[in-house]
């Protein structure tokens, strides 16, 4: 099969034009139409109190935290230089990026001299990994709250005459699932951030359905060199 060329990338913005551009560094052709979008979650709370590093999983997580908190002088660790990225723009002057999804960042603070005791995390209503229960492993607290929540936007249909499909998400693949008739499916490669984000598409005949080695954007656009 030869590499795929026309890619739709589902992820939410302002993400996901960020994905694009790194498609069209490669050559290739993406066609952004994002099936979530994300909101900040009203009433949502910052509580700082013991804590000792700030845990960002992804950009929407920064954003929102800028929004509810004044406070940069924490250290923070994000997951990909993305979202450390986000993180410095917000004004954090130590961001640490880690690789390896919420199993790199817990890796990261673990590593941290000093070694922080609490973690604040704000994620997503519905997060894809349990920072809490990694972190834990190492002996360190987790405050876990909920500052965005993401929803099916469009579009109604799959774009046309596309070669390939980005999934970021297990949300997304459920939604794309949903837009794909078998007959478009098998001529369609899959390139999916984890083997979960993969699963809800298992079902339809996809060309491929090809999972990254580790949980992050770098590994997912490797495997389109493959």
Do not use: C
């Amino acid at each position: 099969m030869s590499p795929p060329r026309r890619i739709w990338v589902t992820r939410t913005e302002p993400q996901a034009e960020a994905t694009a551009a790194r498609l069209r560094r490669m050559g290739l052709d993406p066609v952004v139409a994002p099936v979530l979008e994300a909101r900040p979650i009203a009433g949502a709370a910052i509580d700082l109190a013991g804590v000792d590093a700030i845990a960002f999983t992804s950009g929407h997580g920064v954003s929102a935290f800028a929004a509810l908190s004044d406070r940069r002088d924490l250290p923070a660790f994000a997951v990909g230089q993305t979202t450390a990225a986000l993180a410095r723009a917000a004004g954090f002057a130590s961001v640490t990026a880690s690789s390896g999804g919420a199993t790199g960042l817990a890796k990261a603070i673990g590593a941290a001299s000093p070694k922080p005791r609490l973690v604040l995390n704000p994620t997503a209503a519905e997060p894809a990994a349990d920072l809490a229960a990694i972190l834990a492993g190492l002996e360190i607290g987790a405050r876990i709250v909920a500052v965005y929540e993401t929803s099916a936007a469009g579009p109604d249909a799959a774009p046309a005459d596309i070669d390939a499909i980005l999934i970021h998400s297990a949300k997304a693949a459920r939604l794309v699932a949903g837009l794909i008739a078998p007959a478009e499916a098998a001529r369609i490669a899959v390139f999916a951030i984890s083997g979960a984000a993969a699963a809800p598409l298992s079902a339809l005949p996809f060309a491929r359905i090809a999972a990254a080695p580790f949980p992050d954007e770098a590994s997912l656009l490797d495997l389109l060199q493959g």
